[in-house]
Nanobody
Framework: QVQLVESGGGLVQAGGSLRLSCVAS????????MGWFRQVPGKEREFLAS????????YYADSVKGRFTISRDNAKNTVSLQIASLKPEDTGVYYC???????????????????WGQGTQVTVSS
């Protein structure tokens, strides 16, 4: 049973930084693609970034390029999302997601991901 557990959210001031973590368990993740999404009330989940578990290939939504950095630590089964220069519009619930994708490293649709964490709330105050 795949489990994804996010942590690291909280209340931060605009301009600050935050590091979100996602611990993955339940199987080996070779060939998997790990993604981060954000959701605000009344809207669909928004793709932020993804990283291939094996090769470490990253892909970012245009809206977060330069401020968000995704990484993975295979030894710790952890995927992280570093967010710099936080803005109030970064507020939302951040989800970690996973899907088996040994070939494609660009899957920006939430419908392509089969496993999800419970989410971690990030609130950015102005």
């Amino acid at each position: 049973q795949v489990q994804l557990v996010e942590s690291g959210g909280g209340l931060v001031q605009a301009g600050g930084s935050l590091r979100l973590s996602c611990v993955a368990s339940g199987r080996t993740f070779s060939g998997y693609l790990m993604g981060w999404f954000r959701q605000v009330p009344g809207k669909e989940r928004e793709f932020l970034a993804s990283v291939s578990w094996s090769a470490g290939i990253t892909y970012y939504a245009d809206s977060v390029k330069g401020r968000f950095t995704i990484s993975r630590d295979n030894a710790k089964n952890t995927v992280s999302l570093q967010i710099a220069s936080l803005k109030p519009e970064d507020t939302g619930v951040y989800y970690c997601a996973a899907t088996f994708s040994p070939i494609t490293s660009r899957l920006p649709s939430e419908n392509d991901y089969h496993y999800w964490g419970q989410g971690t709330q990030v609130t950015v105050s102005s």
